[in-house]
């Protein structure tokens, strides 16, 4: 939680808040966090967040992503949204523009995420071991992208789906890799638009470079 980003120096979380909290369109920002790090993350945001009692609350996190986005989902469910934007905390590099996309496309379409077509040809495995494995198909860059964050949704739809994915997941061991394949199964298609590179996930520390 402590990482930095940007010239400025703001903690990851900061940097990811703070661009949503820019939006005038934006009213609550939830941040899932582990029991008990409530105060650790706070003190990550700037001050003028950090203080904010009204803007800014907290979902105490799951076992894996989805469940700690559901939790998330249930802590809203008072204030009652009509919309909701579900973002990678660790893509502090969001800008104003693309959040401001999608929210007026989730308005239009009721599910939309931002993407970026593949610049590498991809290829499905059929096994695959710690050195080694063997290619089952030669997929069609052409038709296939990346996914970013973040996700807009309609609120209610988006609780039920992820109140029956929960289900699915007790009942089957499945796991869902992100939102939009919890609406895409359970509710109907997911819009798109052009993602931006720039809005990249910290998965290594390198990427903090």
Known sequence: MPSSVGKEQQSVLGSTVTAFASCPEIGLIVIAVQNGEEDAARSCLPLELSESQDRIIFAIGGPSRR??????????????????????????WIK????????????????????LPLVETPKELETLTRNSG???????????????????????????????????????GFEYTDDAEVWGELIGRVAVIPGDPENKKITYPEDLK
Do not use: M, W
């Open 67 to 92: 469940s700690s986005v559901y939790n998330a989902l249930l802590r809203l469910k008072d204030y009652k949204p009509t919309h909701v934007l579900i973002h990678d905390g660790a893509r502090p």
């Open 134 to 172: 063997f290619i089952k198909t030669h997929l069609r860059r052409a038709a296939l992208c990346t996914a970013q964050t973040p996700q807009g949704f309609s609120y209610p739809e988006i609780l039920k789906a992820h109140e029956k994915a929960a289900e699915r997941e007790k009942q089957e």
């Open 96 to 115: 104003r523009p693309l959040i401001e996309e999608i929210i007026k496309g989730t308005i239009r379409h009721g599910a939309i995420i931002p993407v």
